[in-house]
């Protein structure tokens, strides 16, 4: 499925001991192997150690150097890993600060460092030349000939792509890192010496992540670690791994033995990104590049220890959690204000059940009315209780409104759908779609002829749970004036309605908003128990939601086929739900995404808030005939 494990090392050093060094990189690579990594990069000029300074210019440095390569050459024979280990170069009695990207036996080639550092603490071209304009070469040393030279190389193994540029390289205006990712290298590796000085961790994580996210690719990058000379300078190993935009894994710095980083790298979710991001392709260039081709000669195996998270939509962490929740909810509330702005409407109607999804829309027109100025009665309420609304959610809806200071109506429509029934020649007595569908569209009825009546917008309460699935009645509740929660996901609004209660409101309100969260999601559109209370729970008719919105995610943003979606489900959700109930669900999903489309294709207008949209003038245009069969295989 296109994973790949790869790994940033940093060895404990000692400056200008090769021989201890060669020990050190020899221990990092059986660690990196052990893990089952692919790739390992280590720091620049690691064989050497790069605060050598003077001792670059010594010719025994560099033949001891050439002969450590040679080791590490004939020590990979029977290693089954990319190694890119940092080490000087010399050609024509010029020294390149290089990279040499050894495999099973052979160089496969040499990166020189395109930018050499020469302000504030940095002086390396006391030694080294820039190796920027060097392509289409070939070079020959005593142990290997006819190795490609130049920053033109890209090594690959089937779709994995991996390009390498040196330190400095990663801090210029335009990286060469990017041409590589241009020209299809999709892992980047950075050999570095990076020196501490205070909050520079910091920004060189920044560069990391916004490099990867930048050039569409994961970024491994591994610098010079404690043991480099401390004559001015002092280097702590930082080693980090990304994937567009994303830190994967990070060390704590300052480690004072050989480390070895792992992550897990997903190349096909990369090349989706790509084939999706037409501005990356329209940035293509027509430089030349060399692809030195090699064989692993196993693919991935071992433990997936990559973190999958289950809820992709949400933040895990509380505070980031807490600060997009408020960025989402200001979102939807700018984008009514302007709605309301342009039509020039004062007034808003949304219907209340007691539920999340209405909640969060009548929490966002408050929001906005509050920011225009606009007095919250024009906020006009209407609950509609029938067949199967229970007092609880009834008399949430109710207290919520007053609570809110909206103007709030009541229409109970149970007397409208039986006149109904009559007309339709429907028993009542048969609970199928059509007693449901009736009593979806009598309610928008209502509300769409108040609107007319009132001069008013009428706002959608559904979300992008149900849209994907189709979980709403064509002409019913699928239809509004501006649908403020079309582009969140039903874990995502539980969330939402949570920071508005836990943030925005009085205790009262507060209590209220809690008390919405605990009841179980549902239409209520068949008839109670004997004791009041909900009979018909979404979530065991359609599924868990969070199952449907990981799929959502899998599914529409990384374009994952079955087998990779059931694999990180199964990580993400072990111990939750068996796999038999992932794969019913995830079979459910598919049959009613591709079925459900023609809804799809006739929603209003709403906000798109998240990486996710499934809007017909936005981010799906999708066929409503299109066969399902290719994704259930």
């Not at 001991?17 to 692919?38: G, P, R, T, V, W």
């Not at 550092?117 to 142990?143: A, C, H, Q, V």
């Not at 809110?404 to 009542?428: M, P, Q, Y």
């Not at 068996?578 to 049959?591: P, V």
Request: net charge neutral; aromatic share 10%.
């Amino acid at each position: 499925m296109n994973f790949i494990k790869v790994s940033a090392a940093c060895p404990k050093t000692r400056v200008s001991d090769i021989d201890y060094n060669l020990e050190q990189i020899k221990k990092c690579i059986e660690l990196a192997e052990s893990k089952h990594s692919k790739l390992v990069v280590f720091p620049e000029l690691s064989l050497t150690s790069y605060t050598c300074q003077d001792l670059f210019l010594q010719d025994l440095l560099i033949e001891e150097n050439y002969k450590g390569i040679n080791e590490i050459k004939e020590y990979s024979r029977k290693k089954d890993i990319l190694i890119a280990i940092g080490a000087p170069l010399k050609i024509n009695n010029i020294l390149y600060n290089s990279a040499y990207i050894i495999f099973k036996g052979k160089i496969l080639g040499i990166v020189p460092k395109s930018y050499i550092p020469n302000y504030t603490e940095f002086y390396e071209k006391r030694w080294f030349t820039e190796g920027l304009n060097i392509k289409k070469e070939m070079i020959s040393l005593d142990f290997q000939k006819d190795i490609p030279f130049g920053t033109d190389l890209i090594f690959t193994y089937n779709e994995v792509k991996f390009g390498f540029e040196i330190c400095e390289d990663l801090w210029v205006t335009i990286p060469p890192s990017s041409y590589l990712a241009l020209k299809g290298a999709n892992i980047i590796g950075n050999l570095s010496a990076s020196n501490e000085i205070v909050s520079k961790a910091a920004y060189r994580k920044n560069l990391v992540a916004n490099q990867s996210a930048r050039a569409i690719c994961s970024y491994v990058y591994s610098s010079a670690g404690v043991y480099e000379s401390s004559t001015d300078l002092v280097f702590s190993g930082h080693l980090l791994i990304s994937e567009n935009g994303s830190i994967l894994n990070e060390n704590n710095r300052f480690n004072r033995d050989n480390e070895v980083l792992t992550s897990i790298i997903d190349i096909s979710k990369l090349n989706n990104e790509r084939l999706r991001n037409i501005s990356f392709r329209d940035s293509n260039i027509t430089e030349d590049i060399r692809e030195i081709n090699f064989k692993y000669e196993y693919e991935f195996y071992g433990e997936f220890n990559r973190y999958v998270d289950k809820h992709p939509f949400v933040p895990s962490d509380d505070k980031l959690r807490e600060e997009r929740c408020k960025e989402i909810f200001n979102i939807q509330s700018s984008a009514l204000a302007k709605r309301i702005c342009h039509t020039n409407l004062k007034k808003v109607i949304i219907g209340i059940s007691g539920g999340l999804d209405s909640t969060l829309a009548l929490l966002v027109a408050t929001k906005t009315f509050d920011i225009l100025g606009i007095p919250r009665k024009n906020i006009l309420t209407i609950t509609m209780p029938g067949f199967g609304t229970s007092d609880r959610t009834y008399n949430n809806a109710k207290n919520l409104c007053n609570n809110l200071g909206t103007s709030l109506t009541e229409i109970n429509i149970v007397e409208a759908c039986l006149l109904h029934f009559k007309d339709i020649n429907h028993d009542k007595n048969i609970h199928n779609v059509t007693y449901e569908n009736v009593q979806a569209r009598e309610r928008t009825q209502i509300l769409m002829d108040i609107s007319n009546k009132e001069g008013g917008l009428l706002i959608g309460t559904g979300d992008l749970s149900e849209l994907a699935l189709g979980w709403c009645t064509y002409n019913g509740d699928h239809m509004s004036m501006y649908a403020v929660n079309c582009s969140i996901p039903k874990t995502l609004v539980r969330y939402l309605v949570e920071y508005v209660a836990l943030n925005e409101v009085d205790k009262a309100t507060c209590h209220i908003l809690l008390d919405i969260l605990n009841t179980p999601v549902s239409p209520e559109l068949l008839p109670k128990d004997k004791n009041g209370e909900i009979t018909q729970k979404t979530e065991d008719i359609v599924g868990p939601y969070e199952l449907h919105d990981f799929f959502i995610y899998y599914f529409m943003r990384q374009g994952s086929n079955k087998e990779k979606i059931l694999t990180l489900a199964n990580e993400a959700f072990k111990n939750i739900y068996s796999c038999e109930e992932i794969e019913k669900w995830y079979l459910y999903f598919i049959k009613r995404f591709f079925t459900q489309q023609f809804k799809r294709s006739a929603i209003p207008d709403g906000p798109k808030v998240g990486t996710v949209s499934l809007s017909p003038r936005g981010d799906l245009r999708m066929p409503s005939d299109a066969s399902y069969n290719l994704w259930l295989k």
